[in-house]
């Protein structure tokens, strides 16, 4: 068990409304990362970070925004959210120590729905 | 470009055989490969992965194993177990930082 929260889990918004969701870990991780799941595209990753205040984009980033003012929290932020959204997207840290090197470990997942 | 590829989308096994999953890459940068499995509404759990050493990772009735000159890599379960059933994602990396995955094989155990 890594440690990570994803709040909310589900959520159905609006075409135009900001949305914001939350990845929370307990373990001090340095490395963490944001990615949406959709059929046929499998995981692609939107941003990641690599400390407080570092982050750097995916492949998918347009649209996105992240933040990472503490250690255990990164957001990520839809500033607009567009029907192309709806998906379900899913935190990752790395751990360190005695895992493999470059494994990450993923949250619950967020379903996101924008009408 | 998708630099991770696999190409079958799905899979059926009877229960008790063995289950080959295939991934194919085009960057011969990577130098690490894992394999996740994921239930539905669950996140992806880490399953094995292997370094670009290795041409064999075994942990229990997993394999993996990779062809660097083919740039291919398979995940063999054996034997198939109904708890099995789930999509299976490979990913690599090189750089330590980023993970590239595949658009995921569903494998169903039949019983």
């Known amino acids: 068990d890594a440690g990570i929260t994803q709040s909310p889990r589900h959520k159905v918004t609006e075409t135009g409304t900001p949305v914001t969701l939350r990845c929370h870990q307990t373990?001090?991780?340095?490395?963490m990362y944001w990615y949406r799941q959709d059929p046929g595209h499998g995981l692609r990753l939107i941003h990641y970070s690599y400390g407080v205040k570092d982050t750097d984009k995916g492949e998918v980033s347009d649209g996105y925004s992240v933040s990472r003012s503490k250690t255990e929290d990164f957001l990520l932020t839809l500033e607009s959210a567009t029907s192309s959204q709806t998906s379900v997207y899913f935190c990752?840290?790395?751990?360190?120590?005695?895992?493999?090197?470059?494994?990450?470990?993923f949250g619950p997942g967020t379903r996101l729905t924008v009408l | 470009d998708q630099q991770v590829k696999q190409n079958s989308p799905s899979l059926s096994v009877q229960e008790g055989r063995i289950s080959i999953l295939n991934c194919d890459y085009t960057?011969?940068?990577?130098?690490?490969f894992l394999w996740y499995k994921k239930y539905p509404a669950e996140g992806p759990t880490f399953l094995i992965s292997?370094?670009?050493?290795?041409d064999k990772n075994e942990d229990g009735r997993f394999t993996v194993f990779l062809n660097k000159s083919a740039k291919h890599l398979s995940l063999h379960i054996v034997p198939s177990q109904p708890g099995d059933s789930a999509v299976y994602f490979c990913?690599?990396?090189?750089?330590?930082?980023?993970?590239?995955f595949g658009t995921g094989t569903r494998l169903t155990i039949i019983p």
């Open positions: 960057n011969s940068m990577f130098d690490y």
């Open positions: 373990e001090n991780h340095r490395y």
């Open positions: 990752a840290i790395k751990m360190g120590g005695g895992s493999p090197p470059d494994t990450q470990y």
């Open positions: 292997i370094s670009s050493i290795k």
């Open positions: 990913a690599a990396s090189f750089g330590n930082e980023k993970l590239t």
